[in-house]
């Protein structure tokens, strides 16, 4: 699928229908926190709970969802193997989808829940997002050249988020 054609609107609602539990991370976060950053695919981090991780499955299913490593054979995601902080890197039929066990130092689902906010992504339908302040947090942890790239711009929608209205 084209990189232009992902719908991750599209992604998000399926998986709140389903009522999976996950925060929003990554670069989708730092725009829905006001950033102007431009990105590719959607990140989550899901609870591993055993519940979750099966309404997890059944949102990726109707997703069409499949390992991107894996194109040829349509490798499925599976509960059992998403139990762990590994990351699950897929294609959906409305674009790309990485399912992140954990991120930076480990900041798995429950460790990241206090630093989150709640958005209402259509009527009644609520998502969790990872403030701005974590997320800029994380990327200093990983120190990827890709993470380093995008600071700046992280720290200056933080900036104009905490300053005081004149």
């Known amino acids: 699928?084209?990189?232009?054609?992902?719908?991750?609107?599209?992604?998000?609602?399926?998986?709140?229908?389903r009522q999976v539990d996950f925060i929003v991370v990554g670069g989708i976060c730092a725009v829905l926190n006001g950033a102007p950053v431009q990105t590719y695919d959607l990140d989550i981090v899901p609870s591993r709970e055993p519940e979750n991780l099966s309404r997890l499955?059944?949102?990726?299913?109707?997703?069409?969802?499949?390992?991107?490593?894996?194109?040829?054979t349509k490798?499925?995601?599976?509960?059992?193997?998403?139990?762990?902080?590994?990351?699950?890197?897929?294609s959906t039929s409305a674009?790309?989808?990485?399912?992140?066990?954990?991120?930076a130092n480990k900041r798995d689902y429950a460790s990241l829940?206090?630093?989150t906010f709640e958005i209402e992504l259509s009527a009644g339908?609520?998502?969790?997002?990872?403030?701005?302040?974590?997320?800029?947090?994380?990327?200093?942890?990983?120190?990827?050249?890709?993470?380093?790239?995008?600071l700046p711009m992280l720290r200056r929608a933080l900036e104009e988020i905490e300053r005081p209205p004149t």
């Open 1 to 17: 699928m084209p990189e232009d054609a992902s719908d991750f609107e599209k992604i998000l609602q399926t998986l709140a229908n």
């Open 57 to 72: 499955v059944h949102a990726l299913s109707e997703l069409d969802a499949y390992y991107r490593e894996h194109p040829r």
């Open 75 to 90: 490798l499925r995601p599976q509960a059992p193997r998403m139990t762990g902080p590994g990351h699950h890197l897929l």
């Open 95 to 103: 674009g790309p989808l990485d399912v992140l066990g954990a991120i």
């Open 113 to 115: 829940l206090p630093h």
């Open 125 to 150: 339908v609520w998502i969790r997002v990872l403030d701005l302040q974590t997320l800029i947090t994380t990327k200093e942890e990983t120190g990827r050249e890709k993470d380093r790239l995008v």
